[in-house]
Each structure stands twice: as structure tokens, then as C-alpha cells.
């Protein structure tokens, strides 16, 4: 038996997000029909976590268990010939039984991508968010700066969340000013159900100044949602990097 | 009556080209569909050139005559509610009445873009041919260099061009070295049915060494489109700019 890891880059736009669910079509559904295809087995993957209907990737993790022949380093160019323009298998290796991609993974990063045009850039409006008004930069610095720490980020989960802990750890959240954009980079080692979209939307608020940078500590205290910003919609994020201990 | 300008940017993904035609389903029927119900006028545009189907624009130029009372700068905010998320208007102005954007154009600029990477990037997939295999990248320079200056560019039309005079001058050719791509940035006075989609593909034939960059100035002189490489694919092409005299 062999544990196989796969580094996959996808543009959720056309799925309900990552995880199988009910109403299919997901990317996990994709992936796992390609792999039956190639294995004839009945496997199942594990994902480093779920990503939302709408939400990309360029490197979330997944692996599974299998007895077939297939080298590991040959999955990647097997699954590629099966899989549609919008999922692609970056990688491919052979792990020890023990790795996890869910459990395993120590820090997960996010991008969150908005679009400062004044009319929309055409090329990136599937993976971007557009947004033309003023925004206060060093203010939105501010406020991503008071969420790094050892935190209950309660008030930047979304209330549908079953997580049995609120604590998680950002490392760090920083801002990149650039030629009609601003990225949003956010490392921890975990996150709660629309985490990085609500602190995304918490830092356009405080951007268009309907918000402080100082009152986040406050947010952060109070654990309830109402009490932070929006959850800023899904196309502007993507899973970036999911690490592993050496 | 104004003359009234406008820049548009589009994905062309979706669409016929550029160019009305018979069966429909292009950016001018998009664009004047939009322009005749804010004016009531029955309006045609005149745009800076075709761009074929799949092929894409960042700075398209058009222009129309109307009556309307809309200011020329509030076009650009009117006709924007009224587009489809892949075509959007940057820019309007009012312009002379003598210009015309076909006319008037004096250097235009293309970009075509390769996907270099061993799998295809997939957020960038509808923009960029994929072409992993090396590149020589010193060789399709050279070769884009002796397609600088005034030439006879029949070995490089579509042989479907009905152009009274192939002679244009191509002012330059370069190609950018990034990370995971290449991108073949082209200037001329005008371009012929393909021709920019003819270079890049000959380009990529000398990357590949199928063809030797020392050939061009003889394929030039032959005057026969089989000795050129072939016609690349058309979501790597761009419409970058269109420039006017001041």
C-alpha cells in the first residue's frame, strides 16, 4: 500500500467548492473519479482542508491510499490526461503511511486578491474582486497586523462553524500594494469556516474607513461575529501553500 | 454630432472576434447593442481592426458618430452597466470629427503569450498557449529581430488575406522572459489576417529549433506563407494598444 500526495491548482469558479457533497460537482468528486478511473479502487482522498463553492487553488494538498502500480512521480502526468482545463496536478509523490494531508499540514497561506481599477480588469474578474474607492492602505496594514498572534477568532468565523475550538494561530497577514491591486497574504496554522474571507472584508472596511484598525483587539475580545466586517466574496481568495513538518 | 472614442478591453474567449458577421455573436454586435439603446440612434462603430475569435484586448479602439447628449467621459459609465462581465469599456473621450479609428491608427501593439510552465497554470489558461519543451530563447529573439523593419509580409498572412499591398513595417519585436512564461511583444503601422499569430508561432518553431532564426530573411523573400511556421492558437494573442497622432 502506498500513501500518494498530490500538490493540485484549480479555478473553483465552475464548482460547489472542494469537499463532496450532495449537490456534486466538486473538486474532490473530479479528482476522485479520475483516480478510481487509473487505480480501479474504491479510494478516497483527503484534502488539506475544504475550500468554498467559488474559492481557487494553486497548491492544496491531498492524498490517498493505494495499491496500484502506477509510480508515484507518474500520477501527476496520469491524472492530467483526465482531468478538465480547470484542475490541473502540479505534483506527485510517494509519502510515509503516516502523512495526513488534513492533519499533517503546520501552516496553511491564503491569498485574498481585490481589483483598485476603476473599471474592472477583464483577465483576472474570475480571481479577483472588484473594488474602485479609495483605500486607506496603511490602515488596512494596521488592522491585519492586530489579528496576527495566538487568537479566538471567533468574530472571524462564520456562525455556521463546528469547530470545537475557536484558538488558531496567525503568523502573518500582510498587504501587497501593487499595479491595480492589493493582495491580502494570510499564514496560520489553521482556519475557521470563511476566516480569510471575513478578514478580508473586515480589512476593506477599515480601508473605506468604516471601521478602525485599533477597534480590531476590541473585535478579537468580543467573539461574535456581528461585531467584525463582511465576508468578502469568494472568488477573490485562493488556497496558495499548505506546509508540512520537514 | 460628436465624434466619440472609446478604449475596450475584452475577453475574447466567448466570442466570434472582434468583427459583425453573419452569425453573430461578437464585440461590435455587443457594443453597438449597447450604444444604440442609450442613443436611440441607429449606430455602427468602427474599430482600430479585427481581432479573430479567442483573441483578446486590452486597449481595442473604436469610435462612433451620435447625436446623444451624454457626455462623452459619462459613455464609459453608462455603456459599463449594460456590458457582459467580459467586455469592458476603460475609456471614452471626444475626439474630432475627422478621426477614425481604423483611418487614423498609426502603430499598433500585440502581445502573444506561452505558458512555459510543466503544467499549464490554470488561471491563466484562456490567455497563454501552453508550450512545455525548452525554448530557446536566444534563437526566438533573433528571429523576431529580422522581422523588424519594412517588409513584404506575405509569408506571414493567411493566405485568405485580400489586402491590396502586404508591405507593413514592424517596428518591434521582442520577447519577454518571465517567470513560467514568454511573451512576444509586437509594434507595426498594421498587420495582415494572422500575422502576428504566424510570427509567434514561427517563433516558437525556432525555440523548438525546427526552424532556423538565419531562414527569416529568405522566408521573407519567398513570399510564401508554407515557408513560415505555423499559426498559433488564439487565446495567446492581446490587443495591447492602438496609438494616434497627438
Given at each position: 500500500m502506498k500513501n500518494i500526495r498530490m500538490i493540485v491548482s484549480y479555478d473553483g469558479t465552475s464548482y460547489n467548492g472542494f469537499q463532496t457533497q450532495p449537490s456534486g460537482n466538486t473538486i474532490q468528486d473530479v479528482l476522485e473519479s479520475a483516480i478510481r478511473a487509473l487505480s480501479n479502487e474504491d479510494i478516497r482522498i483527503i484534502g488539506s482542508g475544504r475550500t468554498d463553492a467559488g474559492v481557487h487553488a494553486r497548491g492544496q494538498v491531498i492524498n490517498f491510499q493505494t495499491n496500484s502500480r502506477i509510480p508515484a512521480e507518474r500520477w501527476t502526468y496520469a491524472i492530467n490526461a483526465r482531468?478538465?482545463?480547470?484542475?490541473?496536478?502540479?505534483h506527485s509523490d510517494e509519502v510515509p503511511p503516516?502523512?495526513?494531508?488534513r492533519h499533517s499540514a503546520k501552516r496553511k497561506t491564503y491569498q485574498y486578491t481585490i481589483d483598485t481599477n476603476q473599471y474592472p480588469d477583464v483577465f483576472h474578474r474570475r480571481y479577483r474582486v472588484h473594488h474602485y474607492a479609495p483605500l486607506h492602505v496603511p490602515a488596512m496594514r494596521e488592522a491585519l497586523n492586530a489579528l496576527v498572534g495566538e487568537h479566538d477568532y471567533t468574530s472571524f468565523a462564520s456562525p455556521q462553524s463546528t469547530q470545537p475550538s475557536h484558538v488558531r494561530t496567525i503568523y502573518e497577514a500582510r498587504l501587497a500594494d501593487g499595479d491595480g491591486r492589493l493582495d491580502i497574504f494570510v499564514t496560520g496554522n489553521g482556519f475557521l469556516y470563511n476566516m480569510v474571507r471575513i478578514i478580508a472584508g473586515t480589512a476593506i472596511w477599515v480601508g473605506e474607513g468604516k471601521m478602525k484598525a485599533q477597534d480590531i483587539p476590541s473585535i478579537l475580545v468580543q467573539k461574535d461575529r456581528t461585531k467584525a466586517g463582511p465576508t468578502a466574496p469568494p472568488q477573490g481568495l485562493t488556497l496558495l501553500q499548505v506546509e508540512y513538518p520537514e
Open positions: 482531468m478538465p482545463e480547470d484542475i490541473v496536478v502540479i503516516e502523512f495526513h494531508s
